[in-house]
Structures are given as C-alpha cells and as structure tokens.
T-cell receptor, first 115, second 112 residues
Framework: DAGVTQSPTHLIKTRGQQVTLRCSPK?????VSWYQQALGQGPQFIFQ???????QRGNFPDRFSGHQFPNYSSELNVNALLLGDSALYLC??????????????FGPGTRLTVL | GQQVMQIPQYQHVQEGEDFTTYCNSS?????IQWYKQRPGGHPVFLIQ?????EVKKQKRLTFQFGEAKKNSSLHITATQTTDVGTYFC????????????FGAGTRLAVHP
C-alpha cells in the first residue's frame, strides 16, 4: 500500500516562472491538502481539494492554484514565482468520511528553490 | 486568525536527559495532534488527543491534553539520538474541513 507520493523531489526555478507540483494520495483517501513550509517554520495551509473542488483556502494569493483529478491526485500551480515562494511544499491526504479530525498523512514534499 | 503557540523554539539536551515541548491555544480545541519531522524529512503523525485531561504514552513519549483542552505537552524520557528532529503540534481549524494549524515547532538536538 503506497503512501502519499509527490513529484518532483526538488525543483529550481527563477523569479517570474511558473511551477506545477504533483501529489498522489494514500490509497483509499479522497481529500488532498497542500501546505507550504518555509525554512524553520511549521507548515502553512494553502488549500484543500475534495471531489475535484477547492473546499478551503488559506491566506495565499491567487498565484497559487490547484486541481484535483478524478483519481484523487492533485496538482499545485504557482505562477509568477517570487523569491519568497522558496519552501518545502507538502501534500497531505485524508478521508472526508473520517471527519474533520481524520489523520492526515504527509508526502515527502517538493523542495522548491526560486532564484 | 486562529493560532497555536509552541515553546521552546529550540532545545539542546545530553543523551539520556528528558525533553518537554508545550503547545497553547487561546481557544478550546476539539483535538490536538503531534507530528515529528526529522531533518530533511516530512512531518510524520505521532498521535491525536481528543479527551480533556487525556494522557497517552508511546514507549518513552508521553502526551498530555489539558483539562481545559487549550494546551498540550509532549514529554520524552531519557532522550536518544534517534529523537532528533522538530516536534510540531497541530490543531484543527475551528471552521472544520480538516485543515490543520501548526505550531512553529520545537527543534530538539541530542548530544551523545
């Protein structure tokens, strides 16, 4: 049973570019949440997807967008990259049926560096 | 916005010493979760506390949830070098959706 997978592992981009990060949830999970973790800080919630729709969003600008596919996998897109977007991007999956307290399982993350 | 405060920010201990990290919320929590993140790794779920005054143990780790459900602690007895990492508490967003609000974390260094 595969856990949460993310790709790519590392990514280097320059300011102004666009990036797409990918996540496959744990088997049996239907909800995907994305978090941004800056160096030395705790993860910050970006948004959550269920049934291919964004259900909740954190305090992130519209440059951050996402998508969920019918197989529950998800993408995070960031446009017009800024130096401050450099961070570890984490995907977490859970089951909606598990309720608001269902355990979230985190993937290994994508380390994005913006130069 | 909803916040959770976690202290200390850093803790350096000698192997064999105990370690404690604390989380505090201004609002009553439905539950609190604890995660461990090894250097270069990702957060790994440790435990969830739900009941007022709850105490749970995992080998050398003891987790407590306050009576008022506004604070929690993680205590490690006789630390080992394998305990190195950052320990985060996380609380659910009061508006639901299984959105987690993380504390800033406590980074634990263990010197052999």
């Amino acid at each position: 049973d595969a856990g949460v997978t993310q790709s790519p592992t590392h990514l280097i981009k320059t300011r102004g570019q666009q990036v797409t990060l990918r996540c496959s949830p744990k088997s049996g999970h239907d909800t995907v949440s994305w978090y941004q973790q800056a160096l030395g800080q705790g993860p910050q919630f970006i948004f959550q997807y269920y049934e291919e729709e964004e259900r909740q969003r954190g305090n992130f600008p519209d440059r951050f967008s996402g998508h969920q596919f019918p197989n529950y996998s998800s993408e995070l897109n960031v446009n017009a990259l800024l130096l401050g977007d450099s961070a570890l991007y984490l995907c977490a999956s859970s089951r909606l049926a598990g309720g608001a307290t269902d355990t979230q399982y985190f993937g290994p993350g994508t380390r994005l560096t913006v130069l | 916005g909803q916040q959770v405060m976690q202290i200390p920010q850093y803790q350096h201990v000698q192997e064999g010493e105990d370690f404690t990290t604390y989380c505090n919320s201004s609002t009553t929590l439905s539950n609190i979760q604890w995660y461990k993140q090894r250097p270069g790794g990702h957060p790994v779920f440790l435990i969830q506390l739900v009941k007022s005054g709850e105490v749970k143990k995992q080998k050398r780790l003891t987790f407590q949830f306050g009576e008022a459900k506004k604070n929690s602690s993680l205590h490690i007895t006789a630390t080992q070098t394998t305990d190195v990492g950052t320990y985060f508490c996380a609380v659910p967003f009061s508006g639901g959706y299984n959105k987690l609000i993380f504390g800033a974390g406590t980074r634990l260094a263990v010197h052999p």
